[in-house]
């Protein structure tokens, strides 16, 4: 199975952008990717998710401001977040699902002035 290494965190004001990547240690071509997150005090939730035909889907609090997708030949996923608001802060994880599913260890994202 891959391992994944999630990668662009930080802090980033209100209305800015970041760009998350998640690099996997191989193919990636037959998974499902998906972005999760986990506030303060909060479960983790479903923030995005791509299939291997790379249909997309996302949570209500994210539509039109993230955009999910997969690069299959460099075997990363990367989540485009725009409009920042601070109630997106939280640690964002990347998950890989074929057979049996795998998580990255995380990367903080603090959306803060």
């Known amino acids: 199975q891959v391992q994944l290494v999630e990668s662009g965190g930080g802090l980033v004001q209100p209305g800015g952008s970041l760009r998350l990547s998640c690099a996997a240690s191989?193919?990636?071509?037959?998974?499902?990717m998906g972005w999760y997150r986990r506030a303060p005090g909060k479960q983790r939730e479903l923030v995005a998710l791509?299939?291997?035909?790379?249909?997309?889907n996302y949570a209500d609090s994210v539509k039109g401001r993230f955009t999910i997708s997969r690069d299959n030949a460099r075997n990363t996923v990367y989540l485009q977040m725009n409009s920042l608001k601070p109630e997106d802060t939280a640690v964002y994880y990347c998950?890989?699902?074929?057979?049996?599913?795998?998580w990255g260890q995380g990367t903080q994202v603090t959306v803060s002035s």
């Open positions: 791509i299939t291997t035909a790379a249909s997309t």
């Open positions: 998950k890989a699902t074929w057979t049996t599913a795998v």
């Open positions: 191989g193919s990636i071509s037959m998974y499902a």
